[in-house]
């Protein structure tokens, strides 16, 4: 006879389960994945499947060999930990390098600390971020985007994100008027995905997208985009309205880079982002802020993905000092 375990109360009855919601976020992400494939060709669907496939790979080595216990690589985690690292790297970045950085992402990131939900950074991110610093030049060459039906054998050239452009105008001595028209009709190229950058920042609608579903579904939450976005238009925006030749508008910072990738996908990780609505909004707002300081005033153009991860280190904090109220308790 089975014996039935129940914890205590209060219990909550309800049809979602990890492996519902890892899926759903993969659904979600589907959009963003055709349009990289539309642009990038067969580049992109390499650097996806090498990506996943690797993850799946090194999660169910490490828990059959290493840790000896039960594999749940069908669980999907290590989907979105395989689609993510290839949405944060480039469509031309070489196969060893795509599997050293699922390595990590799943060795180091997750599997260090006892597998999913024991994590405390993004995996992806922790992959991310070390094949940046391992391999700058690889990591930061961007092929340019070209629609499927136009493509040739010169589309192998490359070429800066609008970003990069910005960063090197101003290092330059440049206004941003004077380096805006260098990035010609950059609001439709980048809400389409006519633009070069990794995988999953060429589009933002199609990004969008998948946010407007995983609200759907209820797989996110409001508090960590809206504190991330805010923080952004607030900080942005006093720098520019400050010195508008040299600070660019925010909308600019939104649409670039890797910002509504990170905002929606990544800061928004059950795992490592705060359980209180309190510190999910300070979570956001801290990533936001950081994000806009290292863009402004450091020497690599992007943010989201330090910024991600530093306000990931700041979760057990948040979680202690903003603690929801137990069940039943009284208020003084």
Same mark, same amino acid.
């Given at each position: 006879?089975?014996?039935?375990?129940?914890?205590? +109360?209060?219990?909550?009855?309800?049809?979602?389960? *990890?492996?519902?919601?890892?899926?759903?976020?993969?659904?979600?992400?589907?959009?963003?994945?055709?349009?990289?494939?539309?642009?990038?060709?067969?580049?992109?669907?390499?650097?996806?499947?090498?990506?996943?496939? +690797?993850?799946?790979?090194?999660?169910?080595?490490?828990?059959?060999?290493?840790?000896?216990?039960?594999?749940?690589?069908?669980?999907?985690?290590?989907?979105?930990?395989?689609? @993510?690292?290839?949405?944060?790297?480039? +469509?031309?970045?070489?196969?060893?390098?795509?599997? #050293?950085?699922?390595?990590?992402?799943?060795?180091?990131?997750?599997?260090?600390?006892?597998?999913?939900?024991?994590? *405390?950074?993004?995996?992806? @991110?922790?992959?991310?971020?070390?094949?940046? #610093?391992?391999?700058?030049?690889?990591?930061?060459?961007?092929?340019?985007?070209?629609? @499927?039906? *136009?493509?040739?054998?010169?589309?192998?050239?490359?070429?800066?994100?609008?970003?990069?452009?910005?960063?090197?105008?101003?290092?330059a001595g440049k206004t941003v008027q004077?380096?805006?028209?260098?990035?010609?009709?950059?609001?439709?190229?980048?809400?389409?995905?006519?633009?070069?950058?990794?995988?999953?920042?060429? +589009?933002?609608?199609?990004?969008?997208?998948?946010?407007?579903?995983?609200?759907?579904?209820?797989?996110?939450?409001?508090?960590?985009?809206?504190?991330?976005?805010?923080?952004?238009?607030?900080?942005?925006?006093?720098?520019?309205?400050?010195?508008?030749?040299?600070?660019?508008?925010?909308?600019?910072?939104i649409i670039t880079g890797g910002m509504?990738?990170?905002v929606f996908y990544m800061a928004t990780?059950?795992?490592?982002?705060?359980?209180?609505?309190?510190?999910?909004?300070?979570?956001?707002?801290?990533?936001?802020?950081?994000?806009?300081?290292?863009?402004?005033?450091?020497?690599?153009?992007?943010? *989201?993905?330090?910024?991600?991860? #530093?306000?990931?280190?700041?979760?057990?904090?948040?979680?202690?000092?903003?603690?929801?109220?137990?069940?039943?308790?009284?208020?003084?």
């Amino acid at each position: 006879m089975s014996l039935l375990t129940i914890s205590g +109360s209060p219990h909550i009855h309800g049809d979602q389960s *990890v492996k519902k919601i890892m899926y759903g976020v993969i659904y979600a992400m589907i959009p963003a994945m055709l349009v990289s494939i539309y642009f990038f060709g067969i580049d992109a669907v390499r650097v996806l499947l090498i990506s996943v496939i +690797s993850c799946l790979l090194f999660e169910y080595l490490i828990q059959k060999y290493l840790i000896k216990g039960e594999t749940t690589i069908n669980d999907g985690s290590a989907i979105i930990t395989g689609v @993510l690292l290839a949405f944060n790297v480039p +469509s031309n970045l070489p196969i060893g390098i795509i599997i #050293i950085g699922a390595f990590v992402a799943i060795g180091i990131g997750k599997m260090s600390f006892g597998g999913l939900g024991k994590n *405390v950074f993004n995996p992806a @991110l922790v992959g991310r971020v070390f094949l940046l #610093i391992s391999f700058p030049v690889q990591m930061t060459s961007w092929p340019i985007a070209k629609p @499927l039906f *136009v493509k040739s054998i010169t589309d192998a050239i490359t070429g800066p994100t609008p970003l990069g452009i910005m960063k090197e105008g101003l290092y330059a001595g440049k206004t941003v008027q004077e380096i805006m028209p260098e990035i010609p009709n950059y609001v439709q190229d980048l809400m389409i995905g006519y633009q070069g950058g990794s995988l999953g920042e060429v +589009s933002a609608f199609a990004l969008i997208i998948g946010a407007i579903y995983m609200f759907y579904r209820k797989i996110i939450t409001w508090q960590i985009p809206t504190a991330f976005l805010g923080s952004v238009i607030v900080f942005s925006g006093i720098l520019w309205l400050v010195n508008p030749q040299h600070y660019v508008d925010p909308l600019f910072h939104i649409i670039t880079g890797g910002m509504i990738l990170g905002v929606f996908y990544m800061a928004t990780d059950m795992v490592s982002s705060p359980m209180s609505s309190k510190g999910q909004i300070i979570f956001g707002l801290g990533a936001g802020i950081i994000t806009i300081i290292i863009r402004v005033f450091g020497a690599y153009p992007e943010g *989201v993905s330090f910024a991600i991860l #530093i306000m990931n280190a700041f979760v057990p904090l948040l979680n202690k000092g903003f603690k929801p109220k137990r069940f039943g308790e009284t208020v003084n």
